[in-house]
């Protein structure tokens, strides 16, 4: 497995767990955004940053810090929660852990994330009719993130979860291309 493969596992891993607790203390949206506030801070600032990544700062250390600025906005056991990924060397998964977590929430209650790619700009009428279509499909109310790639040509393509639906032109095309060099011999 890749090492990035693995940081997406570890994620989902502490994601699940948090999510466990979450719902254990009735406020999985609550925890979900105080976990997603911590992962912008990381991201947003380059201080944060370079201390949490810094080998030469003891992991008590960081601990320490994080726990008086963190004691009296969250709950004792999400502080707990930091603390231990901190412990564990895995204060870098934050970002993912939130994003994973937010991935988890969603699909617990029937919402799913489809990566939608097309090959031109697409008005908000066209990609609310992209997530309707989906959901239709799928069952579940689908959110499209839509991301525009020319060299797609034209049609598009959609991603959820591990699922891929390539409706691209280059596809067709290619589809196409290969059917033609193949000639019956007679």
Not at 97 to 104: N, Q, W
Not at 124 to 129: H, K, Q
Not at 134 to 147: N, W
Not at 161 to 185: A, E, H, K, Y
Request: proline content about 3%.
């Amino acid at each position: 497995m890749s090492s990035t493969g693995q940081g997406e596992t570890v994620a989902r891993n502490y994601a699940e767990t948090l999510l466990t607790l979450g719902r254990r203390a009735d406020d999985a949206v609550g925890w979900g955004r105080m976990l997603r506030q911590i992962a912008n801070a990381i991201s947003g600032d380059p201080t944060l940053l370079r201390f949490l990544d810094s080998p030469r700062i003891a992991s008590e250390q960081k601990s320490s810090v994080l726990s008086k600025a963190l004691s009296d906005r969250v709950p004792r056991l999400f502080l707990k929660f930091v603390v231990t990924l901190v412990h564990n060397r895995r204060q870098m998964l934050i970002p993912a852990i939130a994003d994973e977590y937010d991935t988890l929430l969603d699909a617990s209650n029937g919402i799913v994330h489809a990566k939608v790619t097309v090959a031109r700009e697409i008005a908000d009428a066209e990609r609310d009719s992209i997530g309707a279509q989906l959901s239709k499909v799928v069952g579940k109310t689908v959110v499209p993130h839509v991301s525009v790639d020319a060299s797609i040509l034209g049609g598009v393509i959609v991603r959820m979860g591990d699922t891929v639906m390539d409706g691209s032109l280059r596809r067709r095309l290619g589809t196409l291309r290969r059917r033609m060099m193949v000639r019956p011999v007679g």
